[in-house]
Antibody, heavy 124, light 110 residues
Framework: QVQLVESGGGVVQAGRSLRLSCAASGFTFSDYSMHWVRQAPGKGLEWVTFISYNENSGLYADSVKGRFSISRDISKNTVYLQMNSLTVEDTAVYYCAKDQVKWVTRGVYAFDLWGQGTVVTVST | QSVLTQPPSMSAAPGQKVTISCSGGTSNIGHNYVSWYQHLPGTAPKLLIYENNRRPSGIPDRFSGSKSGTSATLGITGLQTGDEADYYC???????????FGGGTKLTVL
Protein backbone atom coordinates (compact mmCIF):
# COMPACT_ATOMS: atom_id res chain seq x y z
CA GLN A 1 0.00 0.00 0.00
CA VAL A 2 1.43 3.35 -1.04
CA GLN A 3 1.37 5.57 2.02
CA LEU A 4 3.15 7.92 4.37
CA VAL A 5 2.51 7.71 8.10
CA GLU A 6 3.71 10.48 10.40
CA SER A 7 4.28 10.13 14.12
CA GLY A 8 5.96 11.93 16.98
CA GLY A 9 3.69 14.92 17.42
CA GLY A 10 2.53 16.10 20.81
CA VAL A 11 2.53 18.95 23.29
CA VAL A 12 5.92 20.44 24.11
CA GLN A 13 7.07 23.51 26.00
CA ALA A 14 8.58 26.44 24.17
CA GLY A 15 12.33 26.10 23.86
CA ARG A 16 12.27 22.31 23.90
CA SER A 17 12.79 19.81 21.08
CA LEU A 18 10.71 17.23 19.27
CA ARG A 19 11.44 14.72 16.53
CA LEU A 20 8.84 13.76 13.96
CA SER A 21 9.00 10.59 11.87
CA CYS A 22 7.41 9.70 8.57
CA ALA A 23 7.35 6.05 7.53
CA ALA A 24 7.01 5.39 3.81
CA SER A 25 5.74 2.26 2.11
CA GLY A 26 4.63 1.05 -1.28
CA PHE A 27 7.22 2.87 -3.38
CA THR A 28 10.99 2.95 -3.81
CA PHE A 29 11.77 5.40 -1.02
CA SER A 30 15.39 5.89 -2.06
CA ASP A 31 14.38 7.29 -5.46
CA TYR A 32 12.40 10.28 -4.22
CA SER A 33 13.04 13.51 -2.40
CA MET A 34 10.85 14.16 0.62
CA HIS A 35 9.37 17.29 2.15
CA TRP A 36 7.70 18.49 5.31
CA VAL A 37 4.80 20.92 5.02
CA ARG A 38 2.90 22.42 7.94
CA GLN A 39 -0.38 24.17 8.58
CA ALA A 40 -0.75 26.39 11.62
CA PRO A 41 -4.25 26.81 13.11
CA GLY A 42 -6.36 29.01 10.85
CA LYS A 43 -3.52 29.43 8.36
CA GLY A 44 -2.56 28.05 4.99
CA LEU A 45 -0.02 25.45 3.98
CA GLU A 46 3.62 26.34 4.53
CA TRP A 47 6.56 24.46 3.02
CA VAL A 48 9.10 23.68 5.74
CA THR A 49 11.97 21.61 4.39
CA PHE A 50 13.22 19.23 1.70
CA ILE A 51 15.75 16.44 1.57
CA SER A 52 17.05 15.13 -1.73
CA TYR A 53 16.69 11.50 -2.74
CA ASN A 54 20.43 10.96 -2.21
CA GLU A 55 20.58 12.91 1.09
CA ASN A 56 23.10 15.30 -0.44
CA SER A 57 21.00 18.39 0.07
CA GLY A 58 18.53 19.69 2.57
CA LEU A 59 16.80 23.04 2.23
CA TYR A 60 14.75 24.98 4.76
CA ALA A 61 12.22 27.77 5.02
CA ASP A 62 13.65 30.90 6.62
CA SER A 63 11.20 30.47 9.50
CA VAL A 64 12.89 27.24 10.64
CA LYS A 65 16.45 27.60 9.33
CA GLY A 66 19.00 26.87 12.03
CA ARG A 67 16.41 25.22 14.30
CA PHE A 68 15.00 22.32 12.26
CA SER A 69 16.92 19.51 10.61
CA ILE A 70 15.67 16.93 8.11
CA SER A 71 17.22 13.51 7.64
CA ARG A 72 16.31 10.14 6.19
CA ASP A 73 17.12 6.51 6.89
CA ILE A 74 16.95 4.48 3.69
CA SER A 75 17.13 1.19 5.61
CA LYS A 76 13.97 2.12 7.51
CA ASN A 77 12.17 3.97 4.69
CA THR A 78 11.74 6.83 7.09
CA VAL A 79 12.27 10.58 7.00
CA TYR A 80 12.73 12.58 10.17
CA LEU A 81 12.25 16.18 11.23
CA GLN A 82 14.27 17.25 14.24
CA MET A 83 12.78 20.42 15.67
CA ASN A 84 14.79 22.39 18.21
CA SER A 85 14.18 25.67 20.05
CA LEU A 86 10.47 25.38 19.40
CA THR A 87 8.28 28.47 19.66
CA VAL A 88 4.50 28.88 19.80
CA GLU A 89 4.67 29.87 16.11
CA ASP A 90 5.69 26.28 15.32
CA THR A 91 2.30 24.99 16.50
CA ALA A 92 0.81 23.26 13.46
CA VAL A 93 -0.19 20.06 11.77
CA TYR A 94 2.96 18.69 10.16
CA TYR A 95 2.64 16.69 6.94
CA CYS A 96 5.33 14.78 5.17
CA ALA A 97 5.02 14.68 1.42
CA LYS A 98 6.71 12.84 -1.42
CA ASP A 99 7.94 14.61 -4.50
CA GLN A 100 6.43 13.30 -7.69
CA VAL A 101 9.63 13.16 -9.72
CA LYS A 102 12.49 10.73 -9.17
CA TRP A 103 16.07 11.71 -8.38
CA VAL A 104 15.36 15.34 -7.56
CA THR A 105 18.35 17.06 -5.97
CA ARG A 106 16.79 20.49 -5.57
CA GLY A 107 13.33 21.96 -5.85
CA VAL A 108 9.70 21.02 -5.83
CA TYR A 109 7.92 19.45 -8.77
CA ALA A 110 4.72 18.38 -7.07
CA PHE A 111 3.70 16.66 -3.86
CA ASP A 112 1.92 13.55 -5.08
CA LEU A 113 1.63 11.65 -1.82
CA TRP A 114 0.88 13.08 1.62
CA GLY A 115 0.60 11.65 5.09
CA GLN A 116 -2.37 12.33 7.34
CA GLY A 117 -0.35 14.72 9.46
CA THR A 118 0.80 14.85 13.05
CA VAL A 119 -0.13 17.65 15.43
CA VAL A 120 2.54 19.66 17.22
CA THR A 121 1.46 22.04 19.96
CA VAL A 122 4.03 24.31 21.57
CA SER A 123 2.98 25.74 24.91
CA THR A 124 4.40 28.74 26.75
CA GLN B 1 2.29 37.26 3.54
CA SER B 2 2.57 34.47 0.97
CA VAL B 3 4.94 34.69 -1.97
CA LEU B 4 2.11 33.49 -4.21
CA THR B 5 -1.16 35.45 -4.16
CA GLN B 6 -4.56 33.77 -4.31
CA PRO B 7 -8.01 35.20 -3.63
CA PRO B 8 -8.95 34.26 -0.05
CA SER B 9 -12.42 33.04 -0.99
CA MET B 10 -14.67 32.35 -3.93
CA SER B 11 -18.18 31.03 -4.30
CA ALA B 12 -20.34 29.70 -7.09
CA ALA B 13 -23.49 27.65 -7.55
CA PRO B 14 -23.55 23.92 -8.28
CA GLY B 15 -22.97 23.21 -11.95
CA GLN B 16 -21.18 26.51 -12.52
CA LYS B 17 -17.53 27.11 -13.32
CA VAL B 18 -14.90 28.82 -11.19
CA THR B 19 -11.34 29.92 -11.87
CA ILE B 20 -8.86 30.43 -9.05
CA SER B 21 -5.86 32.60 -9.77
CA CYS B 22 -2.33 32.33 -8.40
CA SER B 23 0.02 35.25 -8.98
CA GLY B 24 3.76 35.15 -8.40
CA GLY B 25 7.00 36.36 -9.93
CA THR B 26 9.80 35.43 -12.28
CA SER B 27 11.73 33.52 -9.60
CA ASN B 28 8.84 31.18 -8.83
CA ILE B 29 5.95 30.72 -11.27
CA GLY B 30 7.90 32.37 -14.06
CA HIS B 31 10.55 29.66 -14.15
CA ASN B 32 9.10 26.63 -12.39
CA TYR B 33 6.19 24.22 -12.63
CA VAL B 34 3.00 25.02 -10.73
CA SER B 35 0.94 22.42 -8.91
CA TRP B 36 -2.50 22.68 -7.32
CA TYR B 37 -3.94 20.96 -4.25
CA GLN B 38 -7.37 20.41 -2.75
CA HIS B 39 -7.45 20.38 1.03
CA LEU B 40 -10.40 19.35 3.15
CA PRO B 41 -10.15 19.97 6.91
CA GLY B 42 -8.69 17.04 8.77
CA THR B 43 -7.50 15.25 5.67
CA ALA B 44 -4.30 15.07 3.66
CA PRO B 45 -4.04 17.56 0.79
CA LYS B 46 -4.68 16.01 -2.64
CA LEU B 47 -2.71 16.75 -5.79
CA LEU B 48 -5.05 18.02 -8.52
CA ILE B 49 -2.68 19.48 -11.14
CA TYR B 50 1.05 19.11 -11.74
CA GLU B 51 3.42 20.57 -14.31
CA ASN B 52 1.04 23.52 -14.74
CA ASN B 53 -1.72 21.66 -16.54
CA ARG B 54 -1.45 17.89 -16.13
CA ARG B 55 -3.89 15.82 -14.09
CA PRO B 56 -2.86 12.77 -12.05
CA SER B 57 -4.79 9.61 -12.76
CA GLY B 58 -8.11 9.63 -11.00
CA ILE B 59 -8.59 13.40 -11.10
CA PRO B 60 -11.64 14.20 -13.27
CA ASP B 61 -11.28 16.46 -16.28
CA ARG B 62 -13.53 18.99 -14.56
CA PHE B 63 -10.26 20.21 -13.06
CA SER B 64 -7.81 22.03 -15.32
CA GLY B 65 -4.72 24.14 -14.93
CA SER B 66 -2.93 26.74 -16.98
CA LYS B 67 0.05 29.06 -16.65
CA SER B 68 0.98 32.27 -18.39
CA GLY B 69 4.07 34.23 -17.45
CA THR B 70 4.07 34.69 -13.70
CA SER B 71 0.47 33.64 -13.09
CA ALA B 72 -1.37 30.35 -12.97
CA THR B 73 -5.03 29.39 -12.89
CA LEU B 74 -7.03 26.45 -11.64
CA GLY B 75 -10.37 25.90 -13.34
CA ILE B 76 -13.19 23.78 -12.00
CA THR B 77 -16.28 23.14 -14.12
CA GLY B 78 -19.55 21.47 -13.20
CA LEU B 79 -19.15 22.43 -9.55
CA GLN B 80 -20.36 19.94 -6.98
CA THR B 81 -20.97 20.40 -3.27
CA GLY B 82 -18.11 17.96 -2.71
CA ASP B 83 -15.75 20.49 -4.28
CA GLU B 84 -16.09 22.72 -1.24
CA ALA B 85 -12.54 22.87 0.08
CA ASP B 86 -9.43 24.99 0.33
CA TYR B 87 -7.32 25.14 -2.83
CA TYR B 88 -3.61 25.92 -2.92
CA CYS B 89 -1.11 26.60 -5.66
CA UNK B 90 2.54 25.73 -5.11
CA UNK B 91 5.88 25.94 -6.85
CA UNK B 92 9.60 26.33 -6.22
CA UNK B 93 11.18 29.73 -5.74
CA UNK B 94 14.65 29.73 -7.25
CA UNK B 95 15.74 32.94 -5.49
CA UNK B 96 14.59 31.77 -2.06
CA UNK B 97 15.70 28.16 -2.64
CA UNK B 98 12.43 27.23 -1.01
CA UNK B 99 9.07 25.75 -1.81
CA UNK B 100 6.24 28.26 -1.78
CA PHE B 101 2.47 27.98 -1.46
CA GLY B 102 -0.26 30.45 -2.19
CA GLY B 103 -2.29 31.63 0.79
CA GLY B 104 -5.14 29.35 -0.22
CA THR B 105 -8.62 29.94 -1.59
CA LYS B 106 -11.69 28.75 0.28
CA LEU B 107 -14.25 27.63 -2.27
CA THR B 108 -17.91 27.61 -1.30
CA VAL B 109 -20.44 25.86 -3.51
CA LEU B 110 -23.89 27.18 -2.71
Amino acid sequence: QVQLVESGGGVVQAGRSLRLSCAASGFTFSDYSMHWVRQAPGKGLEWVTFISYNENSGLYADSVKGRFSISRDISKNTVYLQMNSLTVEDTAVYYCAKDQVKWVTRGVYAFDLWGQGTVVTVST
Amino acid sequence: QSVLTQPPSMSAAPGQKVTISCSGGTSNIGHNYVSWYQHLPGTAPKLLIYENNRRPSGIPDRFSGSKSGTSATLGITGLQTGDEADYYCATWDTSLSAGVFGGGTKLTVL
